[in-house]
């Protein structure tokens, strides 16, 4: 009687299942998301925020999707504003959204509701962002409408489809132990700032003082354990 053996096809990897979907081969696909989005990370943090990429249906190489390392190890997922929006619109419960805007008696631009639709709920989720606790002294937040309208999205989409492991620029930014992979450039062109520069500048004086000191409480006599023949003059030769 002949055996008959059950063949187990391996599953793709996360990084074939994201090029057959950009129709492109693996290997140039990995190559390139490490020369381009994704410079500098290891194999491993690669894999990471493919997966990511992958459970969201995100498209970094469209700038869905960015790195954000921590500096105590490991990567932080920050999805771009367009990422938000292709998640959203692209949720199978997804059923519409509206956006409402509240201004004081001077017109000035105070918050911004945003509602969601589920097709599986009879009412919606709503979320009320505020500007006076999410501007940024940054460029784009000189676009208030705008910028508050993105935030409001934001946290709408995660009460309303649960999407977890990521976060947006701005918290990114504020959050303590991240940086940006994308060096800061300063006016001066080719001149990159480092914007831990400092950090590593102080811990670097503060371990050469130690050293200094370690180094001076060595070679400084230990008076006390010193033989009493070593404190007597020396014998005048006549």
Same mark, same amino acid.
Request: charged share 25%; hydrophobic share 35%.
């Given at each position: 009687?002949?055996?008959?053996?059950?063949?187990?096809?391996?599953?793709?990897?996360?990084?074939?299942?994201?090029?057959?979907?950009?129709?492109?081969?693996?290997?140039?696909?990995?190559?390139?998301?490490?020369?381009?989005?994704?410079?500098?990370?290891?194999?491993?943090?690669?894999?990471?925020? $493919?997966?990511?990429?992958?459970?969201?249906?995100?498209? &970094?190489?469209?700038?869905?999707?960015?790195?954000?390392?921590?500096?105590?190890?490991?990567? $932080?997922? $920050?999805?771009?504003?367009?990422?938000?929006?292709?998640? $959203?619109?692209?949720?199978?419960?997804?059923?519409?959204?509206?956006?409402?805007?509240?201004?004081?008696?001077?017109?000035?631009?105070?918050?911004?509701?945003?509602?969601?639709?589920r097709k599986d709920r009879n009412r919606p989720i709503s979320v009320t962002e505020h500007l006076s606790e999410c501007k940024r002294p940054t460029d784009p937040w000189k676009m208030e409408h705008r910028m508050l309208r993105h935030k409001a999205l934001?946290?709408?989409?995660?009460?309303?489809?649960?999407?977890?492991?990521?976060?947006?620029?701005?918290?990114?930014?504020?959050?303590?132990?991240?940086?940006?992979?994308?060096?800061?450039?300063?006016?001066?062109?080719?001149?990159?700032?480092?914007?831990?520069?400092?950090?590593?500048?102080?811990?670097?004086?503060?371990?050469?003082?130690?050293?200094?000191?370690?180094?001076?409480?060595?070679?400084?006599?230990?008076?006390?354990?010193?033989?009493?023949?070593?404190?007597?003059? &020396?014998?005048?030769?006549?």
């Amino acid at each position: 009687m002949k055996n008959e053996l059950a063949t187990t096809q391996k599953a793709p990897s996360a990084l074939a299942v994201m090029a057959s979907k950009i129709n492109v081969d693996p290997a140039k696909l990995h190559s390139t998301l490490k020369a381009t989005v994704f410079k500098g990370a290891s194999d491993d943090e690669l894999l990471a925020l $493919v997966v990511v990429a992958n459970t969201y249906g995100l498209n &970094p190489l469209l700038k869905e999707l960015y790195a954000f390392p921590a500096k105590s190890g490991g990567i $932080v997922p $920050v999805v771009s504003v367009d990422g938000w929006v292709s998640m $959203v619109n692209g949720h199978p419960q997804m059923d519409g959204m509206e956006f409402e805007e509240l201004h004081d008696e001077h017109g000035k631009l105070e918050s911004i509701t945003c509602r969601i639709w589920r097709k599986d709920r009879n009412r919606p989720i709503s979320v009320t962002e505020h500007l006076s606790e999410c501007k940024r002294p940054t460029d784009p937040w000189k676009m208030e409408h705008r910028m508050l309208r993105h935030k409001a999205l934001m946290q709408c989409a995660r009460y309303a489809f649960g999407f977890s492991g990521i976060t947006d620029e701005d918290e990114a930014e504020a959050t303590p132990g991240l940086r940006n992979v994308t060096p800061l450039r300063s006016s001066n062109v080719g001149e990159v700032i480092d914007p831990f520069a400092n950090e590593a500048r102080k811990a670097a004086e503060n371990t050469t003082e130690r050293d200094a000191k370690r180094k001076a409480e060595s070679a400084a006599p230990d008076l006390a354990n010193m033989p009493e023949s070593d404190w007597n003059e &020396p014998e005048t030769l006549m």
